[in-house]
């Protein structure tokens, strides 16, 4: 991994992680060990069974301006290459979308190409009125694949999914937001408070509530019927300690204090 490309850091409490992309002299344009680097961060944050929320945020001016166009000359010049290359994305991608604790990206620029199909792995997106959003990939005559296609697709349909590849236009936050691509359109000046907000109030929650719902979302996205077994676990709460206390602080009027037990 290029040195320092992938930063992360941890709140005063231990209980949020934040995971800045960090090339911003390119506007954090994903390569090939950004995206090994992702992968091995979400994989290693996903171990952590007392982490409560993860920040995805770029450096600088941009979120993520989609590939570095450098390597399709060279480690994606052939069928193999791309092959073995969207490998390791796929492995970022997936690892970010199945990180048991909430995923919250930060969003200010650029957020377009491989920096959407990251984004849309998050649960949650909050961005600025400044930040823009597509695929414009068609203008260089590259596909987009089925599963990055699907990671976006999910949130906002197939006919608006069309509108982003096939007329490979940028989109402003305002269509975003009426889209359902992102949760917030904020003015910049208001996207640190935003974000404190959003993460305040995941934390306030019951954290293996939220990664049960995380999952059962997730879940709700394939076209299986949910089996008996997995109806079953929607009660699996009912045996944690977690319970006892949110139960005993309602009825105490008290602020209840959550342990992920």
Not at 56 to 61: S, Y
Not at 107 to 133: M, P
Not at 239 to 244: C, E, G, I
Request: proline share 5%; aromatic share 6%; hydrophobic share 45%.
């Amino acid at each position: 991994m290029s040195a320092h490309a992938i930063l992360t850091s941890r709140s005063d409490s231990g209980l949020v992680a934040t995971v800045t992309l960090n090339k911003p002299d390119k506007l954090n344009a994903l390569d090939l060990p950004m995206w090994q680097g992702l992968a091995e961060t979400f994989e290693a944050l996903g171990e952590d069974a007392g982490l409560r929320t993860v920040v995805l945020q770029g450096a600088g001016k941009a979120f993520a301006a989609g590939a570095d166009i450098g390597e399709f000359d060279t480690v994606r010049a052939t069928a193999r290459q791309a092959k073995e290359y969207d490998v390791v994305m796929r492995r970022a991608l997936r690892a970010v979308r199945e990180c048991p604790a909430p995923v919250v990206a930060r969003i200010d620029g650029a957020c377009v190409g491989g920096g959407l199909e990251l984004a849309a792995q998050a649960d949650l997106r909050v961005a600025t009125t400044r930040s823009r959003f597509g695929v414009p990939i068609s203008r260089i005559s590259v596909v987009m694949a089925y599963p990055e296609i699907e990671g976006i697709q999910r949130l906002i349909g197939a006919a608006r999914t069309a509108e982003i590849l096939l007329e490979g236009k940028i989109h402003d936050a305002a269509w975003a937001y009426q889209a359902g691509l992102i949760n917030y359109a904020v003015e910049p000046e208001a996207l640190d408070e935003t974000m404190t907000g959003v993460i305040d109030r995941i934390g306030q929650g019951a954290p293996l509530v939220a990664r049960w719902h995380k999952r059962f979302i997730r879940r709700l996205v394939t076209p299986h019927p949910v089996s008996p077994s997995e109806l079953d676990e929607c009660y699996d709460f009912l045996s944690t300690a977690d319970y006892v206390e949110g139960v005993n602080a309602f009825k105490s009027k008290r602020k209840p204090t959550f342990k992920a037990q």
